[in-house]
């Protein structure tokens, strides 16, 4: 079964400052990947997903993801936090039809 | 554009009392899913209806039952509800089942069990 591993429940970086949010995954065939965001007391939604077409993957509100299958890893980048940026976010790999979710990581911004 | 609706969003029951939680959603979507959120656990799957007239159990079915009523909705059961059972609900649905879908949710269900 295929698991995902996000490094950091809490990342706390300051406005401005480069966002940096770990997923790794185990997988012995290319996955599909995905990338969610949960506000304060809402639900999640998607920011990016990869399916194979190409390694970088831009997502909504200045965020992307890099594929990188000899590391398995998924990290979401976006070069300059907002405090709009504060939320929770969860990694997610496609296995037998349904997705299978990392711990999520919160991200804190401080002004 | 409503999308994923679900009900209530707050309830407290009892140990041993039963409810269900609701969910529709408006966007002619085939899938639905029912998730529980846990600290520190992402999301695990209670059950799924990959379309209508079929339900299928998930990752945590014990203690849950499922209906899906039509396209449009999809209920959630708790028949005798246990303190293990305090969770956020989340309902969600997706066009079609497959590994690159694109999954929508709503908006959550906070449960506390008592």
């Known amino acids: 079964a295929q698991s995902v591993t996000q490094l950091g429940s809490h990342v706390s970086v300051s406005e401005g400052a480069l966002v940096l949010l770990r997923c790794n995954y185990s997988s012995s065939v290319p996955p599909y990947l995905f990338w969610y965001v949960q506000y304060p007391n809402q639900g999640l939604q998607l920011l990016l997903k990869?399916?194979?077409?190409a390694t970088l993957v831009k997502g909504i509100n200045g965020f992307e993801a890099e594929f990188k299958k000899s590391e398995t890893s998924f990290h979401l980048t976006k070069p300059s936090a907002h405090m709009s940026d504060a939320a929770e976010y969860f990694c997610?790999?496609?296995?037998?039809?349904?997705?299978?979710w990392g711990a999520g990581t919160k991200l804190i911004i401080k002004p | 554009n409503a999308g994923v609706t679900q009900t209530p969003k707050f309830q407290v029951l009892k140990t041993g009392q039963s409810m269900t939680l609701q969910c529709a959603q408006d966007m002619n979507h085939n899938s639905m899913y029912w998730y529980r959120q846990d600290p520190g656990m992402g999301l695990r799957l209670i059950y799924y209806s990959a379309s209508e007239g079929t339900t299928d159990k998930g990752e945590v079915p014990n203690g849950y039952n499922v209906s899906r009523l039509n396209k449009r909705e999809f209920s959630l059961r708790l028949e005798s509800a246990a303190p293990s059972q305090t969770s956020v609900y989340f309902c969600?649905?997706?066009?079609?089942?497959?590994?690159?879908?694109?999954?929508?949710f709503g908006e959550g269900s906070w449960l506390t069990v008592v």
């Open positions: 969600a649905s997706s066009e079609a089942r497959g590994p690159q879908a694109t999954i929508y």
């Open positions: 990869y399916t194979s077409a």
């Open positions: 997610a790999v496609s296995e037998n039809y349904q997705l299978i």
